[in-house]
T-cell receptor
Framework: AQSVTQPDIHITVSEGASLELRCNYS??????LFWYVQSPGQGLQLLLKYFSGDTLVQGIKGFEAEFKRSQSSFNLRKPSVHWSDAAEYFC????????????FGTGTKLQVIP | KAGVTQTPRYLIKTRGQQVTLSCSPISGHRSVSWYQQTPGQGLQFLFEYFSETQRNKGNFPGRFSGRQFSNSRSEMNVSTLELGDSALYLCASSLEAGMGADTQYFGPGTRLTVL
């Protein structure tokens, strides 16, 4: 069955430190891949997406993600975390081609300490 | 440009009742999708509407239904509410296609509590 895994439920980093959030998927072919962020009481905001082409994708707020086909991964990174980055992050996957249903990961809550 | 708006923001109902939630997409957007978010099940896709037609549907019982109007506004309805329907219901709009090819913009959600 198709699935998306975010192995880290909760991550704590110090402000200014680097960040990597993991996302692994299980699909037959390369799907469309997304990262969203959700602040408390808010909807989701798209950080970045991968459809094809360059495997390193740049997003908003200084985030980037790298698609690794061999590892079925799409990890999100940021070189220096700011206190305002504290939120919940969701990886999402959609099978490529046609109008397909989206599957979200379970989310990773990021805490940033001064 | 105004973002996606959802009304009401908070709702309290009792078991067995029905509820209707409303979503107004960004002006010019024709696709509206609905999601349910709970601590136990996470984010789950409910359905997507495009030009007043349901284009895709998630794995939810028939108690969950929706519709889209000619102005692209959408409503979702849940009948015979159960305690497990307590959730944050999110609406998202996009210009044309669904999540596969187009960026979705999310509203702040409607928090439904079933007592």
């Amino acid at each position: 069955a198709q699935s998306v895994t975010q192995p880290d439920i909760h991550i704590t980093v110090s402000e200014g430190a680097s960040l990597e959030l993991r996302c692994n998927y299980s699909y037959g072919a390369t799907p469309y891949l997304f990262w969203y962020v959700q602040s408390p009481g808010q909807g989701l905001q798209l950080l970045l997406k991968y459809f094809s082409g360059d495997t390193l994708v740049q997003g908003i707020k200084g985030f980037e993600a790298e698609f690794k086909r061999s590892q079925s991964s799409f990890n999100l990174r940021k070189p220096s975390v700011h206190w305002s980055d504290a939120a919940e992050y969701f990886c999402a996957v959609v099978p490529s081609g046609g109008y397909q249903k989206v599957t979200f990961g379970t989310g990773t809550k990021l805490q940033v300490i001064p | 440009k105004a973002g996606v708006t959802q009304t009401p923001r908070y709702l309290i109902k009792t078991r067995g009742q029905q509820v209707t939630l409303s979503c107004s997409p960004i002006s010019g957007h024709r696709s509206v999708s609905w999601y349910q978010q709970t601590p136990g099940q996470g984010l789950q896709f409910l359905f997507e509407y495009f030009s007043e037609t349901q284009r895709n549907k998630g794995n939810f019982p028939g108690r969950f239904s929706g519709r889209q109007f000619s102005n692209s506004r959408s409503e979702m309805n849940v009948s015979t509410l159960e305690l497990g329907d307590s959730a944050l219901y999110l609406c998202a709009s996009s210009l044309e296609a669904g999540m596969g090819a187009d960026t979705q913009y999310f509203g702040p959600g409607t928090r439904l509590t079933v007592l």
